[in-house]
């Protein structure tokens, strides 16, 4: 992984930015730039300018910092030292830094996993013991049921015991679905449809009431996946902004196509191509999601919901993980929830996940 480098004299002038400096920066190279101001190079970046302006006054410069930039959904590990001259005075200032956007997105996801994996192994486990005793209830209740036919009140009494068996039953077949490897069916697929689709699935699932839908998809965007699974994911992001709307408001879904920049400390050649990628976003204008909750989200059986398993987002994020693509959250309490997926368009996945 290459380095960043940024200089600048005792004055604040730039003395050397290098390619990747402005790479991470996200700021184009402009003749010049060496012997300005490092505050006018930088303008567009403050959070840098403050990590800079401190290399003169800190007693103890940071070593292996990290910083969040924010307006660049970035981070970036930093170690910040003063240039002296032999004399041991101060005649200006070096960071050096590292883009670690992608390892700390790999890592997540590894964390991810790992967890799921544990917490999957347990799940499968009591689902499977789960299963036989609530088949044997649902078998035995019907058996009761036929011979009781003339009490209404212990007819009713097994009705409720057999929805409430098939229920439980249902809760553990999701478990087991949840912890079996994503298997994928690879084809070409219209986004339109498999949104359109998903909008139909979510209003079975939940109740849409006067909520307002919008579907705006670039014409003819078309996508290498599995359509039932994809479909799925997109059908419980919708029924989690329908449940969230509580029937009203409005929900947007757009998708489009996007050359993403690959990154080029990862990427095999030094100048590789841009690749095709979808961007779903589904948003709603509901109540958004407390800070303290938005982590939490995506794990296996996380819920505000009496009802709710918990399950939705963790399998929505397995199957966008088994598509080699990424899925972010940004909500602001009160003002809504978005949901933005990143597929590539040609998928590079194998079929077990
Ligand atoms: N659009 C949204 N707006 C507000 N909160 C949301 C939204 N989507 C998800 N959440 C929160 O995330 C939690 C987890 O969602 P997830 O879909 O994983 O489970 P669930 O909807 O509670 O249950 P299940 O989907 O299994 O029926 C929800 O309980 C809810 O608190
Ligand atoms: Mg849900």
């Not at 990290?66 to 001259?85: A, C, H, K």
Request: hydrophobic share 45%.
């Amino acid at each position: 992984m290459r380095n960043g480098v940024i200089a600048i004299h005792r004055d604040g002038t730039v003395a050397l930015m290098n390619d990747e400096a402005y790479r991470i920066f996200g700021l184009t190279r402009r003749a010049g730039d060496l012997g300005r101001l490092f505050t006018d190079v930088l303008r567009e970046r403050p959070a840098i300018i403050r990590v800079l302006s401190g290399a003169f006054e800190l007693s103890h410069l940071p070593n292996r910092a990290e910083l969040r930039m924010r307006d660049l959904d970035r981070v970036i590990g930093y170690t910040l030292s003063q240039v002296v001259d032999d004399d041991g005075t101060s005649i200006g200032a070096a960071m050096f830094f590292k883009d670690l956007t992608l390892v700390e997105q790999r890592e997540e996801s590894e964390r991810l996993r790992n967890r799921l994996a544990s917490l999957g192994e347990m799940a499968a486990g009591i689902a499977h013991e789960l299963k036989n005793p609530l088949a044997g209830i649902e078998v035995m209740a019907g058996l009761l049921r036929r011979q009781v036919p003339d009490s209404k009140d212990a007819q009713s009494l097994l009705a409720d015991i057999l929805s409430e068996a098939k229920l439980a039953n249902a809760i553990v077949v999701e478990m087991l679905e949840f912890v079996r490897p994503v298997r994928l069916q690879v084809e070409r697929t219209d986004v339109a449809d498999v949104l359109q689709q998903a909008v139909t699935m979510a209003e079975s699932k939940t109740s849409r009431g006067a909520v307002n839908v919008s579907v705006d998809v670039e014409p003819g965007l078309a996508i290498e996946c599995d359509d039932h699974q994809l479909s799925q994911v997109f059908t419980n992001l919708i029924a989690n902004a329908f449940e969230a709307l509580e029937g009203k408001g409005h929900l947007a879904i757009t998708a489009v196509s996007k050359l993403v920049e690959a990154d080029p400390a990862f990427a095999a050649s030094p100048s590789p191509a841009p690749t095709p990628m979808v961007i779903v976003e589904v948003a709603d204008d509901g109540p958004g999601l407390p800070v303290e909750v938005t982590d939490k989200i995506f794990d296996p059986f996380f819920t505000t919901k009496p009802q709710g398993s918990g399950l939705g987002l963790a399998i929505v994020r397995k199957i966008v993980d088994a598509h080699d693509g990424r899925i972010d959250v940004s909500s602001t309490p009160g003002v809504g929830t978005r949901f933005r997926v990143t597929l590539p368009v040609s998928s590079a996945s194998g079929w077990f996940k």
